[in-house]
């Protein structure tokens, strides 16, 4: 049976419309569940909208729908970038399907009766834009302190959750598991959140309806992060413990962006730990995009579409972009110019040229058939350790998340392609008929490094690597076997590549 691996991204508000941030998320998860499936794990790769709460309500009424309205148009909006980009999720949830109300309720009634969730009373400063409350001494001049809008007084009877009871049993989950948040900064900074103290948690709200009605109580609506975070539970099934449940949770990896992390590694864990279920092994916050140096934000208008990316620049050359640029877990800055520099340096130059010019040559020296290759050098011999060695090494740095650096490494080899041939010199090889076999030799080593590349490729530029495929072994498959070298084989027909990256012109600004 095939091991199983379950990754994550947060489910996106239906407020806004996708943006290069959701985008982000969505593109790590799915480059980590194709490399995962390509390793030969059995992958569930979920994704989905959140739709209740506040703030949907709001823009409903602000733009004349229903909210399940305005959720039915915005999340076709999510699904058809997914598509566009290539996104492999298995299932895609919404908070307002069934399945997902009914998994809430359910949590919800079993963290009551054990007696960790208990009717109070509120009062306190509520963020709307972010759904959450703060207590006076946490706020900045009356303004939210994680997004600097104003806050509101707000008295209100509601449900609380009996956080404070598990502060001590998450710290030591935490401290006994160094992986579970990651970076390690993240780690730090939520370590000395839950040491100054865990207050117990609001999670009712019967200043608004759009929700799910709290069991028994329907005066309340289940506050709309306990509803959101069960969505990676609802999704496999629960409260049926068998199944996807039993075969997927607790989740290999939630991927998220630093503003939520809180949600995910204090709320959520202490909301499992009360129902007695098991803990996600990781969550790991990935940094925020600016845009050309700045906050990216309606009123600035400078909202990175990633639709319009798509269509200017190609789908891999965006998936490389954003995965490449910046380190996972650190801030970045996304600019036109950088995203052109990189199709010009990285795709057209390196990569691109790469395949062109050494099919070409095949084609040239040996009629496009692969020649059995010959003894080999000490030259053939460090392209081919490096090679290999990258293997190895980009299933380390995707263990730990670190895309770019994964990237980096099969780089390195893609350079080191067009190093060896120039140290080769197959064009001077060719002129001497008695250096056949070393040319053979040659060809073969420059296309399999290749191949190999591109079969690495595939969990992220999928489009990309199928065309590298279909031209070296005439399948546009990417298997594990493949991971190896030797996998072509002697005897095959190559056709001259075309170029997989046109050249982008760079307009002086
Ligand atoms: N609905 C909640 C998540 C619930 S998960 C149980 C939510 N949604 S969101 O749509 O506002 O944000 C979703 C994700 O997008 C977050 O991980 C957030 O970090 C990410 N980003 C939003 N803007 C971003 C950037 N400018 N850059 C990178 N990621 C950003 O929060």
Redesign the pocket.
């Known amino acids: 049976m095939k091991p199983a691996f379950y990754v994550?991204?947060?489910?996106?508000?239906v407020n806004?419309v996708p943006?290069?941030?959701?985008a982000?998320?969505t593109l790590a998860a799915d480059v980590l569940a194709r490399y995962k499936r390509l390793k030969g794990f059995d992958v569930f790769f979920l994704t989905g909208?959140?739709e209740h709460?506040q703030k949907v309500e709001k823009a409903a009424n602000a733009a004349g729908e229903t909210p399940l309205e305005l959720a039915d148009r915005v999340m076709k909006r999510f699904q058809s970038l997914w598509e566009k980009l290539e996104i492999s999720n298995t299932d895609f949830i919404r908070t307002t399907q069934e399945r997902h109300k009914k998994g809430v309720s359910v949590l919800f009634e079993r963290v009551m009766e054990k007696g960790d969730i208990y009717l109070g009373e509120y009062e306190d400063w509520y963020c709307t834009p972010c759904e959450t409350f703060w207590t006076e001494t946490q706020l900045i001049d009356y303004k939210c302190p994680d997004c600097n809008r104003p806050t509101e007084k707000l008295k209100e009877e509601s449900y609380f959750f009996r956080m404070s009871k598990y502060q001590d049993q998450l710290l030591a989950h935490i401290e006994a598991n160094p992986d579970f948040i990651q970076p390690k900064s993240r780690r730090n900074e939520i370590i000395s959140f839950v040491k100054e103290g865990l207050r117990d948690l609001s999670v009712s709200r019967t200043t608004f309806s759009w929700g799910i009605p709290v069991p028994g109580n329907d005066k309340h609506v289940v506050y709309?992060?306990f509803d959101?975070?069960?969505?990676?539970i609802t999704a496999l099934g629960y409260p049926q413990e068998g199944g996807d449940f039993e075969k997927y949770w607790p989740c290999d990896v939630?991927?998220?962006?630093?503003?939520?992390l809180r949600?995910?590694t204090v709320y959520?864990p202490t909301f499992l730990m009360a129902a007695g279920l098991p803990i996600p092994k990781k969550v790991f916050?990935?940094?925020?995009?600016?845009?050309e140096g700045q906050?990216?934000s309606k009123s600035l208008q400078n909202v990175v579409e990633p639709n319009m990316l798509v269509d200017k620049y190609g789908v891999d050359a965006v998936r490389y972009f954003l995965l490449r640029e910046v380190p996972f877990g650190l801030?970045?800055d996304f600019s036109h110019q950088a995203l052109i520099h990189r199709i010009n340096s990285d795709l057209a130059n390196d990569l691109g040229n790469l395949l062109n010019r050494s099919t070409a040559m095949l084609g040239k020296y040996f009629g496009g058939v692969l020649q059995t290759p010959g003894e080999e050098s000490e030259l053939d011999k460090a392209y081919r350790e490096k090679t290999v060695a990258m293997i190895e090494q980009v299933d380390g740095f995707i263990d730990e998340l670190a895309f770019s650096r994964a990237l980096q490494a099969i780089w390195e080899v893609i350079s080191a392609g067009n190093k060896y041939i120039d140290e080769t010199a197959p064009w001077t090889l060719a002129k001497d008929p008695e250096k056949r076999e070393r040319l053979s030799t040659v060809m073969y080593y420059m296309l399999e490094s290749q191949r190999i590349v591109y079969t690495l490729l595939s969990a992220f530029m999928p489009k990309t690597a199928q065309k590298g495929l279909s031209c070296l072994v005439g399948s546009d498959e990417a298997s594990a076997e493949g991971l190896a070298w030797g996998g072509l084989k002697p005897g095959t027909a190559i056709a001259k590549a075309e170029a997989l990256f046109p050249r982008i012109e760079e307009k002086a600004e």
């Open positions: 994550t991204t947060p489910i996106y508000y806004d943006h290069i941030g959701h982000y998320t909208t959140d709460g709309v992060w959101a975070l069960t969505n990676y939630h991927l998220i962006g630093k503003d939520i949600f995910h959520w916050a990935h940094g925020w995009w600016t845009v906050k990216m801030d970045g």
